[in-house]
């Protein structure tokens, strides 16, 4: 008899959770298994069904999109080996993010947050600039870690200080501040992106559970970027109440 690969999937519209087997292929992940699913919508005790819904692109652990909660573990659907895998292998969307349906969540609140800390190099113009500043190889080592971050949400979704009610802005966009600062063009607007950090929800709201550092599938160490980022916040609030009046939008004088 051909072996099988028992899979549940929670579903929505209405909630309810599916079982299915489905023919063990060699070297399949959660996504071809998904996508067997597709093709033959029909659980295990034989009842049509629609066929599940989830987000995938690259299905090479780049694109992030295809994160979902695996045996209880949030991860990446594509990299999710079926061979390496407890059976019944369990499948539920991300609970942290408002959810589109069955496995597909939406997660644009992470890239407004990307939008709050200006993660992004402005360039005056569209023509060419010339070569940019020279990299000191050791900012050129942290920052290639920190530039493979692929916005998938697995370190939002382990973090207890995200939620419905939570206004906390999360590891990811923290950490992409810290790329950004550390940019030789980036630190020109330097301060704009700490200022953002330091409103609720910014860097001081971070729990230092430091689940989101043993979740991140790139191994970005974003418990060192929250750590780098509440010491430039901190100095940057120092430089800012010593410096500036906000309220008279002048510069102090320091005897």
Same mark, same amino acid.
């Given at each position: 008899m !051909? ?6 999937i929670?579903?929505s519209?209405?909630h309810?959770w599916e079982e299915?087997?489905v023919?063990r ?5 959660v996504?071809?298994?998904l996508?067997?699913?597709?093709r ?11 066929p ?7 299905l090479e652990?780049?694109c992030g ?9 949030v991860?990446?659907a594509c990299s999710a ?12 969307p991300?609970?942290?993010f408002?959810?589109v349906?069955d ?5 644009q609140?992470?890239f407004?947050?990307l939008?709050?800390?200006r993660?992004w190099?402005?360039?005056?113009g569209t023509?060419?600039? @010339?070569? @940019? ?10 920052n290639?870690v920190l530039? !493979?971050c692929m ?6 979704e #382990?973090c207890?200080?995200? @939620? ?5 802005i999360g590891?990811?966009a923290i950490?992409?501040?810290?790329l950004?600062?550390?940019?030789p063009?980036?630190r020109?607007n ?7 950090l330091?409103?609720? @929800?910014?860097?001081a709201d971070?729990?230092?559970a430091?689940?989101c #550092? ?7 160490p ?7 980022m509440?010491?430039q916040? !901190?100095?940057?609030?120092?430089r800012?109440?010593f ?6 939008g ?6």
């Amino acid at each position: 008899m !051909t072996e099988k690969v028992v899979v549940r999937i929670e579903r929505s519209h209405p909630h309810r959770w599916e079982e299915f087997h489905v023919e063990r292929r060699p070297n399949a992940n959660v996504i071809s298994v998904l996508m067997q699913i597709q093709r033959n919508p029909l659980t295990a005790d034989g009842q049509r069904t629609s066929p599940p819904s989830w987000d995938a692109a690259c299905l090479e652990e780049v694109c992030g999109s295809c994160t979902m909660n695996v045996n209880g573990r949030v991860r990446q659907a594509c990299s999710a080996l079926i061979d390496h895998l407890e059976q019944p292998i369990t499948l539920s969307p991300m609970k942290k993010f408002p959810l589109v349906r069955d496995l597909a969540v939406d997660r644009q609140k992470m890239f407004d947050a990307l939008k709050r800390v200006r993660a992004w190099i402005p360039i005056d113009g569209t023509y060419d600039l @010339g070569p @940019g500043p020279r990299q000191a190889p050791e900012d050129q080592e942290i920052n290639y870690v920190l530039s !493979t971050c692929m916005t998938c949400g697995c370190c939002l979704e #382990v973090c207890p200080q995200v @939620g419905e009610s939570a206004a906390f802005i999360g590891a990811a966009a923290i950490s992409q501040t810290r790329l950004f600062n550390n940019h030789p063009t980036g630190r020109m607007n330097a301060s704009e992106r700490l200022r953002a950090l330091m409103p609720e @929800g910014g860097v001081a709201d971070c729990g230092k559970a430091a689940n989101c #550092v043993q979740a991140c599938p790139k191994n970005i160490p974003l418990t060192s970027s929250i750590a780098e980022m509440a010491r430039q916040t !901190t100095r940057q609030a120092l430089r800012d109440w010593f410096f500036h009046d906000e309220s008279k939008g002048s510069v102090i004088t320091v005897a």
